[in-house]
């Protein structure tokens, strides 16, 4: 009923590939990115939401819960403690902490993935001495997420 939000909710929630919670929560965070960018955005939406959906696929526990599930309870924080905030989907499209977080989360997980995949597959150097922890140091701090 309101025809000023029909554009943003066609091209998230209502987007035709938003199939599940996962995929609406990708799309989502991902179009509000690329939309951060201006009139020239530098990022595709969908190579975005691959990647928020590849980080919320996997089954790594972080504090006791997957990222879907601590996505789901930082929903449920929002709405319970915000008297102005009426939906989960006001929290999902509008919250602009909640979409930082999600993209925190997301870059962190990628980061712990590098690190073990460059632990794993330099576990020596070339004079057969370990070197698996060294190969982690190299790293930049700074991940991105595409």
Known sequence: TEPLLKPLLMSTVLHPQSTSLEQIISRTIATK????CGTSPVMCIDS????FMDTMEELELELGHTMLQAIMLDIRACVDR???CESPLEVLLFYKGFASLICHRAARRRWNKSIKQAD???TSNANGSGGGKSAARTHSKYVSLW
């Open 33 to 36: 990115l690329v939309q951060s």
């Open 48 to 51: 975005l939401t691959d990647t």
């Open 82 to 84: 915000d008297p102005a």
């Open 120 to 122: 794993g597959s330099s």
